[in-house]
């Protein structure tokens, strides 16, 4: 038996599409329903009960969409609302930073991790407490770079402002002699390229995109949600809260493909 309801993907902005590559390309069959919260971004500096309240608005959204599963794309919100919302629905929900954590803790081969996310995820502590259910005896570092984002979201992946910024924000993990770094915030893969400068050939970057799509995968296996296999690509939807048609014109430059179209969605009505 095959389940043809859609899966929900949702981040803050355009980070969330990061991840949602990576589902597309594991889970080919699946139809997906995206949501970017564009007019209430950015997520990294507001308070956890401010984010819960936005989760729960954005997945009460979804669920209009009769989703069967739903897949945190943002590194914020899977720190400061996961635990919470999925003890509140009845639905499987996935985030990035327990995938990140796992990928990290096996990669590293000196013990020592850096942590790059939001203000919100590092004050979290959860990257770290992740990593120390694994093993205890790893040394993490932690480094918000509340600037990224909107560097990304402005498009400016890889220009001398951002390596500015970039050179600042990581001069202090250098110090640290880590040999991992998560990129524990969605938006920070489009940067990956002058943080791969920065940090030098033997810092390993780990993208939670990869591990969570993967475990999306083994997720819809386990609760037998698996759509049927399909000729063709699945019409996949877009949302945002504000300004479309700038989404769609980068989601299109990200998932390097054709979209049908962006619609707005008054989120706080949900
Ligand atoms: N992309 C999000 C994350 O992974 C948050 C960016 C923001 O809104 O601050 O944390």
């Not at 990576?22 to 889970?27: F, G, K, L």
């Not at 990593?131 to 990224?148: A, N, W």
């Not at 050179?167 to 990956?192: A, V």
């Not at 296996?221 to 479309?244: M, N, T």
């Amino acid at each position: 038996m095959s389940d043809e309801r859609p899966i929900g993907v949702f981040d803050s902005g355009v980070g969330g599409l990061t991840v949602f590559r990576e589902v597309m390309r594991r889970v080919p069959n699946e139809k997906l329903i995206y949501f970017g919260d564009t007019a209430r971004l950015p997520y990294g500096t507001k308070s956890r009960d401010t984010v819960l309240g936005f989760a729960r608005q954005i997945v009460r959204f979804l669920k209009t969409h009769d989703v069967k599963a739903i897949v945190v794309a943002c590194n914020t919100a899977s720190a400061y609302a996961l635990d919470v919302i999925e003890q509140e629905e009845d639905i499987p929900f996935i985030g990035v930073v327990k995938p990140g954590a796992k990928v990290a803790a096996a990669a590293t081969k000196n013990g020592r991790i850096g942590v790059i996310a939001t203000t919100g995820t590092i004050k979290s502590g959860l990257y770290t407490d992740y990593i120390h259910s694994i093993d205890g005896s790893i040394k993490v570092f932690g480094k918000d770079c509340p600037l990224f984002v909107p560097l990304v979201e402005e498009g400016w992946f890889h220009d001398s402002v951002t390596k500015e910024v970039a050179s600042r924000y990581l001069n202090e993990l250098k110090g640290e002699f880590i040999d991992t770094l998560i990129l524990g915030c969605t938006h920070y893969p489009l940067l990956r390229r002058t943080i791969a400068e920065e940090m030098g050939e033997d810092v390993t970057l780990v993208n939670p995109a990869y591990e969570t799509a993967l475990g999306l995968k083994a997720m819809l296996a386990e609760h037998g949600l698996e759509a049927a296999p399909k000729e063709q690509r699945p019409h996949h939807e877009f949302y945002v809260s504000d300004a479309a048609e700038r989404f769609l014109t980068f989601a299109q430059a990200v998932l390097a493909c054709e979209l049908d179209s962006t619609a707005v969605v008054d989120i706080e009505r949900y």
